[in-house]
């Protein structure tokens, strides 16, 4: 079993930057996906952005050129680094992970972006 552990999250206003860190109870080198969801109430979870193990990133269009993810395998963690947020970010945030033993969450770190 593996465990996420997200921090990061906050207030803050809009226009501002925040850094979502996820750390892995063991290596990440194995996952084939790294990534982040988010959550807005009364809303699915969405797909914000990922990290194959080639190195390759995908981004959802709503914040392409705003986000970047990144990892660093000797740290077994995951950033998401965020800038010109704005209300529209306000979510729950997740990690995800997966292998070839399957699919991990984090608990989730809330941010909010005032406007």
């Known amino acids: 079993q593996v465990q996420l552990v997200e921090s990061g999250g906050g207030l803050v206003q809009s226009g501002g930057s925040l850094r979502l860190s996820c750390a892995a109870s063991?290596?990440?080198?194995?996952?084939?996906?790294l990534g982040w969801y988010r959550q807005a109430p009364e809303k699915g979870r969405d797909l914000v952005a990922r990290?194959?193990?080639?190195?390759?990133?995908n981004y959802a269009d709503s914040v392409k050129g705003r986000f970047t993810i990144s990892r660093d395998n000797a740290k077994n963690t995951v950033y998401l680094q965020m800038n010109d947020l704005n209300p529209e970010d306000t979510a729950v945030y997740y990690c995800?992970?997966?292998?070839?033993?399957?699919?991990?969450w984090g608990q989730g770190t809330q941010v909010t972006v005032s406007s």
């Open positions: 995800y992970a997966h292998d070839v033993r399957g699919s991990y």
């Open positions: 063991r290596t990440i080198f194995s996952f084939h996906i």
């Open positions: 990290i194959l193990s080639d190195g390759t990133t």
